[in-house]
């Protein structure tokens, strides 16, 4: 069974970083596409960001196109998201999921709140 389990969250003021990670299990993490998902207090779920398996393709949401990066280390299956330029909006609880196994899988999401 697969297994997500994110970190990396926290408080920062606007315009700050950070990094968040996802350490994967239970399943061929170099062969599946990943994602990051989030959701905002009171909102539902928004798909933020894409990458390919090996990682040279990947996608994102406008709103954050330019300020966030996704990347991934195979060797270490984990999956990451360099978000610089972070803006009140982008406060929400972050999630990486794959679809794999015939279903898709959550981590259990990190919160990040961006506030003065």
């Known amino acids: 069974q697969a297994q997500l389990v994110e970190s990396g969250g926290g408080l920062v003021q606007p315009g700050g970083s950070l990094r968040l990670s996802c350490a994967a299990s239970?399943?061929?993490?170099?062969?599946?596409?990943m994602y990051w998902v989030r959701q905002a207090p009171g909102k539902g779920l928004e798909w933020v960001s894409a990458i390919a398996t090996g990682g040279g393709i990947t996608y994102y949401v406008d709103s954050v196109q330019g300020r966030f990066t996704i990347f991934r280390d195979n060797a270490k299956n984990t999956l990451y998201l360099e978000m610089n330029s972070l803006r009140s909006e982008d406060t929400a609880v972050y999630y990486c999921a794959v679809t794999a196994l015939g279903r898709d899988y959550w981590g259990q999401g990190t919160q990040v709140t961006v506030s003065s």
């Open positions: 239970g399943f061929t993490f170099s062969s599946y596409w």
